[in-house]
């Protein structure tokens, strides 16, 4: 937005007051497309030749920011714990496998398919381990779903830093079609026991993480064994050869670089869940096994540190929920007094974020724009000053609380808390 021309704007400001008459946006963009000329446009030339890997184009400057944790930005990679993806940059629903955000504990180990292996014991009659080549024999689904970092927005939990981008402060949310078996195939094969209500995933990093799973009927239900993602083999940043996906929960349960899974009638405690992702919560306790990932959105387009002018402009942004699909979501431009439904771009998929969009005038004086998103279950994305109210600001993780973008009269756009 900050490359925008005068013309683009009266462009575009034309095309949205031909928008709001006609109600047809399309039909205005083509009246406009063919009154232009072809004059200035550079002419043909042969291409580059053909190669083994498509490259972005030179003109896309893209890629993710490795960070160290909250307010530890522009770090040395080899100090870096995450890396967040560029959703300011990004269009659709979908995120590049290579600009997916990672987590990791200690690297991203590249591991042999031909040797790695998948044990699956405890409570079942039939301990078994597979090989990925077994996995891929087995019958396969895919679906998209989002994964989510429990600290996506803990830049924000006590103060806002003006200067950050929505990568900074939302770049650990992606989503991507994920290809494998599911799991209910899985515990068929090695006959479950009824008893057995919780399973230990456990990965095959240096760190060892491991998981503790309620064995609900959503889990059993939904929960993928993959080795794909948007349509290749899962990369070694997010769990080659295949790693465990439960949609609409924290990004840590979704193992990568799965070795084990164990049937048990209690969680196993791991160090995971109880020093690591616990949330400390206003009283002082903390709360362990909070799972779910809630109702969220934000606006990405326009979004921190970018400038926009007078006129027309449009506001675009994601949205998502653990729970369900997203059914609605409502922008206001007067920073929450007054709220307008955004168009949803369909489907809107359970459990994967869903783009949104809404055509704005700005009037040119300061202002803030914010989203607000509600789920097919009625669940509501909270103001900040609600969810403070509830969370207090001792926890770390599970912030869903209302983006605040401010605008200034030059048109300069910050990170805010309300």
């Given at each position: 937005m900050s490359e925008r021309r005068g013309s683009d704007v009266a462009w575009n400001r034309r095309k949205f007051l031909a928008a709001t008459t006609t109600g047809i946006v399309g039909s205005a963009a083509a009246g406009s497309a063919s009154a232009e000329t072809l004059a200035d446009v550079p002419a043909r030339e042969p291409g580059a030749d053909l190669g083994a890997l498509s490259a972005r184009s030179t003109y896309v400057q893209i890629g993710r920011i490795p960070e160290a944790g909250p307010g530890r930005r522009n770090v040395d990679p080899a100090d870096a714990i995450n890396s967040k993806a560029p959703l300011q940059k990004l269009v659709g629903a979908i995120t590049p496998s290579d600009l997916h955000y990672e987590r990791s504990h200690s690297g991203a180990p590249d591991l042999d398919p031909s040797k790695h292996r998948l044990l699956v014991h405890g409570m079942v009659r039939k301990q078994l381990v597979f090989s990925v080549e077994d996995l891929?024999?087995?019958?396969?689904?895919?679906?998209?779903?989002?994964?989510?970092?429990?600290?996506?927005?803990?830049?924000?939990?006590?103060?806002?830093?003006?200067?950050?981008?929505?990568?900074?402060?939302?770049?650990?949310?992606?989503?991507?079609?994920?290809?494998?078996?599911?799991?209910?195939?899985?515990?068929?094969?090695?006959?479950?026991?009824?008893?057995?209500?919780?399973?230990?995933?456990?990965?095959?990093?240096?760190?060892?993480?491991?998981?503790s799973i309620p064995l609900t009927p959503e889990i059993v239900d939904e929960a993928i064994i993959a080795y794909g993602q948007n349509g290749e083999p899962i990369r070694p940043a997010h769990g080659f050869p295949i790693r465990l996906i439960l949609p609409g929960m924290e990004g840590n349960l979704n193992i990568k670089w799965l070795r084990r899974l164990k049937f048990g009638d209690q969680p196993w405690m791991t160090r995971w869940e109880t020093a690591r992702y616990t949330q400390l919560l206003a009283n002082g306790k903390a709360r362990q096994f909070q799972l779910r990932m809630e109702t969220n959105s934000v606006i990405t387009q326009p979004s921190g540190t970018m400038q926009i002018r007078?006129?027309?402009?449009?506001?675009?942004?994601?949205?998502?929920?653990?729970?369900?699909r997203i059914a609605r979501v409502e922008i206001s431009t007067d920073g929450a007094k007054t709220w307008q439904d955004a168009q949803l771009n369909?489907?809107?998929?359970?459990?994967?974020?869903?783009?949104?969009?809404?055509?704005?005038?700005?009037?040119?004086?300061?202002?803030?724009?914010?989203?607000?998103?509600?789920?097919?279950?009625?669940?509501?994305?909270?103001?900040?000053?609600?969810?403070?109210?509830?969370?207090?600001?001792?926890?770390?993780?599970?912030?869903?609380?209302?983006?605040?973008?401010?605008?200034?009269?030059?048109g300069g756009v910050q990170n805010v808390l309300s």
């Open positions: 891929k024999a087995m019958p396969a689904i895919s679906r998209m779903a989002f994964l989510e970092c429990t600290g996506n927005g803990w830049e924000n939990w006590k103060k806002a830093d003006g200067n950050l981008t929505v990568q900074n402060t939302h770049g650990l949310v992606s989503t991507s079609e994920w290809t494998g078996v599911p799991l209910k195939f899985i515990l068929g094969l090695v006959e479950k026991e009824t008893a057995a209500t919780w399973m230990l995933a456990e990965g095959g990093d240096a760190a060892g993480v491991a998981r007078p006129g027309y402009n449009r506001i675009s942004g994601l949205a998502w929920s653990g729970h369900g369909l489907p809107a998929l359970p459990k994967a974020q869903t783009r949104f969009q809404m055509d704005w005038i700005w009037d040119g004086r300061p202002t803030k724009i914010v989203s607000r998103s509600t789920d097919d279950k009625g669940n509501v994305q909270p103001d900040r000053d609600s969810f403070i109210a509830t969370m207090g600001t001792n926890a770390l993780f599970h912030y869903n609380a209302q983006q605040t973008w401010s605008i200034d009269q030059a």
